[in-house]
């Protein structure tokens, strides 16, 4: 399973690709707002530190203006994933970038049926929200299932699924028992995968016991 970090914060992504776990980095609008930098600067910067795919978002909901959006982020680096909204005009820029090789991340994702379209579109990567699913009382984990089941039953579809809005650690386990390709995890989120109080206690346990013996490894 790949791991992507939900985040425009440059500082966050260099210190978790420093771990070597990073396979890739979205980011949104919201996202890009919160960082309050220049957005091709923040792109170029995490193209340089993360080889992986890197979403960009088009901010054009018209089909003209997502291909001319679209074609000006890809041209910042040959990891750039162009993300794109899960309507009609959205999945026809799908299909316009796939169909050229560059990579396409169908965003806002909440039912299996759209996200059948993204695949049909030859989207790169689809993105069922599941936090905001969740939000509204659904249940967002039930998506992805579909969306594996779906997706398996066709070799021919390419489209692997990234689950987006990940708001803790059982989502991304969830995922990853459901066979899900990617998940694309909010800093703090990735941070709490570590942890485990057993594993905190069982370590000073440990280093206290060595101290006793006195002894050094290096
Ligand atoms: O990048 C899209 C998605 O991950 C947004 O998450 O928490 O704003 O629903 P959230």
């Avoid at 957005?39 to 993360?50: G, H, I, M, R, Y």
């Avoid at 795919?53 to 040959?78: H, Q, Y």
């Avoid at 750039?80 to 005009?89: C, G, Y």
Wanted: hydrophobic fraction near 45%; glycine fraction near 6%; charge should be positive.
């Amino acid at each position: 399973m790949k791991f992507f970090v939900d985040t425009a914060d440059i500082k966050e992504i260099r210190e978790l690709a420093a771990t070597g776990l990073l396979d890739g980095v979205t980011t949104n609008p919201s996202l890009v707002a919160k960082a309050g930098r220049d957005f091709f600067e923040v792109l170029k910067e995490t193209c340089a530190v993360v080889k992986g795919p890197v979403s960009a978002e088009v901010a054009a909901t018209d089909f003209n203006g997502m291909i001319r959006e679209g074609e000006k982020l890809a041209k910042i680096a040959s990891n750039i994933a162009i993300k794109v909204p899960l309507t009609w005009d959205g999945l026809k820029a799908c299909k316009h970038f796939t169909s050229k090789g560059t990579m396409v991340n169908v965003t806002l994702c909440f039912s299996a049926a759209q996200a059948l379209l993204a695949a049909k579109a030859g989207a790169t990567f689809i993105s069922p929200f599941v936090g905001r699913l969740d939000d509204v009382g659904q249940d967002g984990m039930q998506l992805i299932a579909e969306i594996c089941t779906i997706y398996r039953q066709y070799e021919y579809f390419k489209t692997e699924v990234l689950v987006a809005s990940v708001r803790n650690p059982m989502h991304v386990v969830y995922a990853a028992k459901m066979g899900a390709h990617v998940a694309t995890i909010p800093p703090s989120v990735l941070k709490q995968l570590v942890q485990h109080p057993l594993t905190d206690k069982g370590l000073a346990t440990f280093l206290a016991d060595w101290q006793k013996t006195g002894q050094k490894i290096a």
